[in-house]
Nanobody, 127 residues
Framework: VQLQASGGGLVQAGGSLRLSCAAS????????MGWFRQAPGKERDFIAS?????????YYADSVKGRFTISRDNAKNTVYLQMNSLKPEDTAIYYC????????????????????WGQGTQVTVSS
């Protein structure tokens, strides 16, 4: 699986962005998908994950709960991250990740659980 993230940019605090992560290869619907971010000098942090197939299970970090929404479109082999009410502390490089899911409830939150990673897209939120 190859992943290509896009949609980052510069936005003012309080604004919104939608990130996309397009996956190549077959059986996209069998993979759990996740988003992480990494600010300069900091570790890569979990943001959100979504289960395989219809994405019935979603899991969010407390820092983004209520502001960010993860979703997937299996027909387009794409996972999205809708980011609202952005804050300067959301500034980071955002990465998407994928891991083969053996169950429909698998929503990993640890970076080491993911086998495939995209290249990252920069999000900058100005105050």
């Amino acid at each position: 699986v190859q992943l290509q993230a896009s949609g980052g940019g510069l936005v003012q605090a309080g604004g919104s962005l939608r990130l996309s992560c397009a996956a190549s290869g077959r059986a996209f619907n069998q993979y759990a998908m996740g988003w992480f971010r990494q600010a300069p000098g900091k570790e890569r942090d979990f943001i959100a994950s979504i289960s395989r197939s219809n994405g019935a299970n979603r899991y969010y970090a407390d820092s983004v709960k209520g502001r960010f929404t993860i979703s997937r479109d299996n027909a387009k082999n794409t996972v999205y991250l809708q980011m609202n009410s952005l804050k300067p502390e959301d500034t980071a490089i955002y990465y998407c990740a994928a891991d083969y899911a053996r169950t429909g409830v698998y929503t990993p939150s640890l970076a080491q659980e993911y086998a495939y990673w995209g290249q990252g897209t920069q999000v900058t939120v100005s105050s």
